[in-house]
């Protein structure tokens, strides 16, 4: 905060002086100044005292402390103003403008180069591309600039010889998005002509003392200043400009902006074509008027890509339009030649500056703006324009230089002082009237139409004949007589300070100064011979051409005299101030403390007649008197009105004016404010702070709110949403089940009826929610259609059935044929068909085991070839009852062999291929491996699955154990004897029968190949 300054370092705002005394006012300054505080507020406009040494004040820890901070939060700065003008756009969406002023040398372009240094630092927190590229594009245009329209002078040794306005766009983000710079009056005489110890500009020496020596010699050039005539002045100064690194960093520089290989070349070509045209001389021999040595005119010719003889002509005759439109050549007088060259250099570099400005902003305008798109599109104005000067000789250029301060004082005076004034009056507030000098008597001496210098120089530029600039003075004298602030010689004869016939004074706002008239009139026609433009016009160089347009014009055409200078230079500075007047204006006013560049003199005379022609006197005066904001009632309660409970969210009072009062008074400031008729006005800037800092204070909860309010209207319209959907969601998943039922009862209505009984009927496909439902149903319709079937059977051939249904689960599809198309017999052995002449032996056998073992039932009989304990194979007739497994001996009228109860049991394995064999598993490990034989039935029908479902069906209906059935693919694993034995089944070409053979680890089973 301005207190954290202690007192020994002075006031930090004028304002605060005890007294507004001229005394106090530059104890001040001087105090702060011997201190190391160059600058000093006088309320929101910064007084800048030039340190003439660098200060450790400008780094980036700086700016991370004047970034968004409020104008009396930390020590004056021009950061501060640049932050203040940069918070009016962003949060008012006001265009600003921050205008610098101050005499040659007081600080002025390096205030303005600050400022655009703090304004790119603080923007573009995202580091966008295009942003970074226009602040880069604007950052490095300053050091183009500074090349080609700085020069060294007796008082500043970077004095910029134009003045400059620049307009920094920002979008609604608040990020540059481009920009674009007008500059005013280049000082262009100074190209042929310097005053002692002065130089020329910057860029003729950075080219001559930087550039390579191949650049030179492709330019006709030695890197020597000395040599040329409108460098050798400048030569020999001591200067603390380093010409050759500063050729390397406008060189950079132009690449960085986007100039071309070619521009940067033609550039260059331009400014060699001067050195070489100023060092042209012109020799008469009485008749005509010879260029001295042709050389020079090649060189110029080649390097501005004219012909020779173009190039000759143009300087030595000028084409004149007689009165009957005819055209004649008239040869120049040596001193003629000598004026068109040098009028001709001028005018090269007036326009080689005028395109490369035009060139950047073509670079940095704003492309693509789309108000709707990206918001108002707002401005910050830089203005660095030359200061008031006073030279022992001011000619032409300082008259127009000190006009246009004066209208810059108007505008100070029109913004500060008399607004000011003026807005107290309109709403009724108290005040005291400040006196001020009010130059615009001065502003009118000069650009009043008639009666003003300008308009009298016009004149004598306008009339026909000789008219010098003595005639022309005494023109001025004549009109001008009465007007107070213009003397001369003839009008007070007594003041030797001036000279007959010579000089005349002006009394300006800042001082009186005496110009020298000498020159005025060829200054103010600003004359160009037509020719030199034709021939630039049809160059061969895009680049030169396009700086020349008007250069197309043939000499009939050029009838209209072209406006003067002082008359384009007026007009631009009005349109300037238009234009700045509509921004909202912050102030730098600087100061130059000595005349010697010293960092420690302060030198007193020298900055009280600044601080009296700054108007910083009344400035702090007004001040004082005045009231630092003001605002609509409405604009302060839109603003304030959260931080007071009667206000917040919308008052209940009268008017507006009373709810101000009511934040007012809620706040305990009321003796820092004023009521205008619609305005508030608050006295001291911490009053406004205060109120700021509590509404930021208050913002994230006030966010947070409407957040929360707006976050549960949200949530309350999902969630109603929701239940719709689900709403819908649930009568349509009742709509599908009802659907999917309404379905099936169409389709199997008639099931009982059918002669399948609904088996071929297709099921509708099921929503998700019924899959399992579905499932089931499936089932229940299978079993209920089976149990159809399944009714339908005689009881005799439920055995079978039942059979055939233990075989198919037992088998579970692995083993191909299982004989299930076929009626299964069982008792093959009794049967006569299938054994014809054995069956009957068999039947008595078997009655009599009947008798003798109880057993209630055969399962299965057959012939098999059977592997006995010595591992020989013999044919046997295998006889399963329900209560034993017979082995018999078919050539022994079938004697049982062995008899094992069916429970030692304990499983069966068979392969998955189409021979017969079958291993009866048993409990004991010895278990029985045989092959079924067929008889006359059918020689090919499979039985071991007659012999495995008869015999799991019985298992697992009477005797309720599982029996449990294994299908090999390859070899079948059993034992014999305890020991384990593995069976595989080969095919045999040439085998009748099929038969066991034993192998290494068992048996193989050999079967025919068919
Ligand atoms: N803030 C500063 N810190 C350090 N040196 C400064 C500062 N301001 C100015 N100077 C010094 O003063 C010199 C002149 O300043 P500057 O070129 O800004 O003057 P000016 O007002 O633009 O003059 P002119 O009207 O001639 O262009 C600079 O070259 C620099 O050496
Ligand atoms: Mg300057």
């Not at 071309?260 to 008749?287: C, H, P, R, V, W």
């Amino acid at each position: 905060m301005a207190e954290l300054e202690g007192l020994e370092f002075g006031k930090s705002d004028f304002v605060l002086l005890d007294e507004v005394t001229m005394e106090q006012f530059m104890e001040n300054l001087k105090l702060r100044f011997e201190k190391g505080r160059i600058y000093t507020y006088i309320g929101e406009v910064v007084v800048s005292v030039n340190p003439y040494q660098q200060m450790d004040i400008y780094g980036k820890e700086t700016i991370d402390a004047y970034r968004g901070r409020e104008l009396y939060e930390n020590p004056p700065h021009l950061y501060a103003v640049s932050d203040a003008a940069y918070k009016a756009m962003k949060r008012r969406a006001k265009d600003t403008c921050i205008v610098i002023s101050g005499e040659s040398g007081a600080g002025k372009t390096e205030a303005s180069k600050y400022i655009m240094q703090y304004i790119a630092a603080i923007t573009n927190p995202s580091q966008r591309k295009e942003v970074e590229s226009v602040k880069n594009v604007l950052l490095k245009s300053n050091c183009v600039l500074e090349a080609f329209g700085n020069a060294k002078t007796n008082r500043n040794d970077n004095s910029s010889r134009f003045g400059k306005y620049m307009d920094i766009n920002f979008n609604f983000n608040g990020d540059p998005t481009g920009g674009h710079i007008n500059n005013y009056l280049l000082e262009k005489s100074r190209v042929v002509h310097q005053q002692e110890g002065e130089r020329n500009f910057h860029s003729f020496y950075q080219l001559l003392r930087g550039g390579s020596q191949d650049m030179l010699a492709s330019f006709h050039l030695v890197n020597d200043p000395a040599v040329y005539t409108y460098t050798k002045e400048g030569a020999a100064t001591a200067t603390s400009n380093n010409d050759r690194s500063s050729h390397k960093a406008v060189m950079s520089a132009l690449e960085v902006i986007g100039f071309t290989k070619e521009e940067i070349n033609s550039i260059y070509q331009i400014l060699a074509s001067i050195l070489l045209l100023g060092n042209m001389q012109f020799e008469s021999d009485g008749e005509s008027v010879q260029i001295q040595g042709l050389e020079a005119v090649n060189q110029i010719s080649e390097l501005t890509d004219t012909e020779p003889d173009s190039v000759s002509k143009t300087l030595l005759y000028r084409t004149v339009a007689t009165g009957g439109g005819e055209v004649i050549e008239k040869g120049h007088t040596e001193q003629e030649a000598c004026f068109g060259r040098d009028a001709f250099a001028k005018a090269l570099y007036e326009r080689l500056f005028g395109w490369i400005v035009s060139r950047i902003n073509s670079v940095i305008e704003v492309k693509d703006y789309n108000p709707v798109l990206h918001g108002k599109n707002t401005v910050i104005g830089v203005l660095d324009i030359y200061g008031f000067e006073i030279f022992d000789n001011n000619s032409f250029e300082q008259f127009c230089i000190n006009y246009c301060n004066e209208k810059l004082q108007q505008l100070f005076i029109e913004l500060i002082l008399r607004q000011e004034q003026g807005e107290y009056q309109r709403e009724g507030i108290t005040w005291q009237h400040i006196d001020y000098f009010n130059n615009q008597i001065i502003v009118d001496l000069v650009e009043q139409s008639h009666k003003g210098i300008i308009s009298i120089l016009d004149e004598a530029c306008l009339t026909v004949g000789k008219v010098t600039d003595t005639v022309c003075l005494d023109s001025m004298d004549t009109k001008l007589a009465q007007h107070p602030h213009y003397t001369s010689r003839k009008l007070s004869p007594a003041d030797k300070t001036m000279d007959f016939q010579k000089d005349f004074r002006i009394r300006h706002y800042a001082g009186d100064v005496t110009y020298s008239v000498e020159g005025f009139l060829d200054k103010n026609k600003d004359m160009l011979y037509q020719d030199f433009k034709r021939l630039m016009y049809n160059s061969a160089n895009p680049v030169l051409k396009e700086m020349w347009p008007d250069g197309h014009l043939s000499i009939t055409e050029v009838t209209k005299r072209p406006l003067t200078a002082a008359t384009l230079f007026k007009n631009s500075i009005v349109a300037l101030v238009d234009k700045l007047a509509c921004k909202e204006p912050y102030y730098v006013r600087c100061i130059k403390p000595n005349e010697v560049k010293s960092p420690v003199l302060f030198d007193d005379a020298r900055c009280e007649h600044q601080v009296a022609y700054l108007g910083l006197m009344e400035n702090v005066m007004v001040r004082r008197a005045g009231f630092a904001y003001r605002q609509p009632y409405a604009r302060f309660l839109q603003r304030y009105k959260m931080t007071c409970e009667y206000t917040w969210p919308n008052h209940l009072m009268a008017s507006d004016r009373e709810a101000v009062e009511a934040i007012v008074t809620q706040h305990g400031f009321q003796d820092d404010v004023a009521y205008g008729h619609t305005k508030l006005f608050v006295r001291t800037p911490r009053s406004l702070f205060t109120l700021e800092q509590e509404r930021a204070a208050l913002i994230p909860i006030l966010v947070l709110f409407l957040q929360k309010v707006w976050r549960g209207a949200l949530a309350r319209l999902r969630c109603r949403r929701m239940r719709a959907i689900y709403a819908i969601m649930g009568c349509y998943k009742r709509y599908k089940v009802k659907a999917h039922f309404w379905e099936v009862e169409r389709r199997f209505a008639n099931v009982r009826t059918m002669a399948d009984y609904g088996k071929t009927v297709e099921w509708p496909s099921p929503p998700a929610a019924l899959s399992q439902f579905h499932n089931i149903t499936v089932m229940l319709h299978r079993r209920w259609w089976a149990r159809q079937i399944v009714k339908k059977l005689p009881p005799s051939n439920m055995l079978e059935v039942r059979a055939k249904v233990a075989a198919l689960t037992a088998l579970s599809g692995e083993r191909k044929d299982w004989g299930v198309r076929r009626a299964w017999e069982r008792d093959y052995l009794a049967n006569v068909r299938d054994c014809p002449q054995t069956s009957s032996g068999f039947i008595r056998v078997s009655k009599e085991l009947r008798n003798k073992d109880e057993y209630s039932q055969v399962l299965f009989s057959s012939f098999c070839r059977k592997v006995n304990r010595f591992n020989k194979s013999t044919d046997r007739g295998l006889l399963i009852t329900d209560k034993y497994i017979y082995k018999l001996d078919p050539k022994k009228q079938n004697k049982v062999l062995k008899k094992l109860p069916l429970d030692v049991f304990t499983g069966l394995s068979v392969t998955s291929g189409v021979d017969q064999m079958v291993a009866l598993h048993t409990s004991s490990q010895d278990d029985v491996l045989l092959c079924l034989q067929r008889g006359e039935l059918c020689p090919n029908q499979d039985r071991v699955g007659e012999l495995v479902g008869s015999l799991v069906d019985h298992f697992t209906r009477i005797r309720k154990v599982q029996l449990p059935v294994k299908v090999c693919c390859s070899a079948v694993q059993l034992h014999m004897r305890g020991k384990p034995k593995n069976i595989t089944v080969e095919t045999k070409p040439g085998q009748a029968h099929a038969d066991f053979k034993k192998s290494r680890d068992g048996f193989v089973l050999l079967v025919p190949a068919n």
